[in-house]
């Protein structure tokens, strides 16, 4: 039982560290996405 | 217990319960923060009108003058990462993110002072030498952390991480012309503001960073991982001290690996709107170049995770002769897709290069901790990022004055590029030869038994509790 609430724990505490550098970056690779698609046009 | 001793390697040592993938994370936050160097340039323009606001006065700082606060930081980069590589290595890198985030921001905040003042030589110093050396020590901070958490995989984590320093341009240069232009007025360009809300940003994201980041405990292995208990080839399983490793050849032969295939890639990187434009005049309009520029950012970025992840499978070695073969391929036919008018197939030559110039850096940590082993890696590639330092005045100063110089001689601008382009051509074949020179480290150069017992005795006093899976 406590070796579950640890593996959970961290598995949340995973997705709040890959969210807090993978939203920012996402949203920077689409902004440069949008720009680059300029090339095309 | 002072408030400091957290920020101690052995307060960093991970508990039973730890996943490894907390790790690349904690890399990010500082890569994704340092990685706003590569788009500073944002600022020059505004910067040049911060008397005149709409347009430049004669009091106003010249663009020229400007680009030197880069060059500083590049500068300062490649020599706090050689001065300061040992400190990171045996202090930990939670101290290391922390003190970079320390520097990051007070050169943010030093430079905002300088743009409200209006006194140039506080950018150089704030951005320029601050910020340089929290580049030098934040770059290097996570990356021997993350071999030794990932030993099964050692370039798809150092790919990671230094994927990030690729990608952090992408956000900071749209981050800063949208805060620009919530802080500018009538009156006011709004450098200083946004100085100081990127260096409040940046310092909260690198701060979290090194609370999140750990180190193994000594012994630790990934699960179902087995070591090899012998030297293969090139790997080796013994530890070269840092200083040791300046005396011997492989240092430097993969030193200038490093510097030839960064000058062949940072040379075209800068001058990519320019040239696309020119030789294909009428075909590549200002706009699709700034398009181009941006698509080549993404191949920078995707380049660095995907080539050094391909070097745990096909080894480093390998993966720089690809470089430097495939390189020298597409340099020799980017002139001859201007001859027939190809812009896809300028595109896709520049695209995968630019790709080759990204895996160039991600790759190289996995490639030094091949030859020299895991525990001085990251202090040992502090001192090879001085070659990126001289890439960067060695590439755009060639592909600059070349071109220049075709110019003044009457060569059409379509062509002007085109003897820049075989010379780069020709030093992958430099590189090439370099990298093939490249054999496994004499083992005189290793340390010794007494200094390994030496380092398991401050390793155990070190570690609090093993560390989990």
Known sequence: MNEQTQDSSMTLKLILAWGFVGIPLTWGVIQTAINAMKLFQ | MSLLSILDRSHTVAKPGFS???????????????????????????????????????ADWKLTELGWIFSIAIFF???????????????????????????????????????YAHMLWLIYLGYGVLGGIALGIGYISPVSTLIKWFPDRPGMATGMAIMGFGGGAFIAS???????SKFSSATHVGVAETFIVLGIVYFFFMIVGSIIVRVPAPGWKPKGYVAPTQSQGLITRSDVFVYDALKTPQFWLIWWILCLNV????????????????????????????????????????????????????????????????GFLLYCAVPHTGTIGSV????????IIISM???????????????????????????LLTAWSMAGIFGPVLVNYIREYNVTHGVPKAQAYNVTMYIMAGL????????????AVHHRFHMKPDHEAERAQVAVAAAGEPAGA
């Open chain 2, 428 to 439: 992958l074949v430099i590189g090439f030869i370099c990298n093939l020179m490249v054999k």
């Open chain 2, 20 to 58: 490894r993938w907390m790790v690349p994370p904690a890399a990010l936050c500082v890569h994704l923060c340092i990685g706003q160097a590569y788009a500073f340039s944002v600022f020059n323009l505004p910067m040049t009108k911060l008397l005149g606001v709409s347009q430049s006065t004669p």
């Open chain 2, 174 to 180: 749209p981050l800063s012309v949208w805060l620009m």
């Open chain 2, 263 to 326: 000058t062949a890639g940072i040379g075209v990187l800068g001058q990519a709107s320019a040239m696309s434009q020119e030789m294909f005049p009428g075909h590549i309009t200002p706009v699709a170049a700034a398009g181009f520029v941006g698509l080549m950012s993404l191949f920078n970025m995707g380049g660095r995770f995907f080539w050094a992840s391909t070097s745990d499978y096909i080894g480093r070695k390998n993966t720089y002769f690809v470089f430097m073969v495939l």
């Open chain 2, 344 to 351: 896809a197939g300028f595109v896709i030559c520049f695209l």
């Open chain 2, 77 to 115: 980069l490649g020599v706090s990462s050689a001065v300061f590589g040992r400190w990171v290595e045996e202090g930990g890198p939670r101290r290391a993110m922390f003190t970079a985030a320390l520097c990051w921001a007070g050169g943010f905040f030093i430079s905002a002072i300088g743009v």
């Open chain 2, 357 to 383: 110039y990204g895996g160039g850096f991600s790759t190289v940590p996995a490639y030094l901790r091949d030859m020299f082993g895991t525990r001085y890696v990251g202090a040992i590639h502090g001192l």
